[in-house]
């Protein structure tokens, strides 16, 4: 399992926000883990129900290369 420590994680998660202020990962979960296992400072999500693209459109523009 050496290949999983660093591994920066690329692919956002989705998060909602909730009433006190914290938030809850909706979409990813399992990019969070490997966010702590290769000791990722941050990692980048998208609010549900945020202004701005949405997860299904980011991951398309991924998924086709092109991310600029």
């Not at 129900?49 to 299904?56: H, R, Y």
């Amino acid at each position: 399992m050496w290949f999983l420590l660093h591994r920066q994680v690329d692919i956002p998660i989705a998060v909602k926000a909730n009433s006190d202020g914290t938030f809850t990962v909706t979409d990813g979960l399992h990019r969070t883990s490997q966010a702590v296992i290769s000791d990722n400072k941050n990692i980048l999500a998208f609010v549900d129900g945020g202004s701005g693209p949405t997860l299904e459109e980011i991951f398309n523009k991924f998924k086709a290369g092109n991310i600029s």
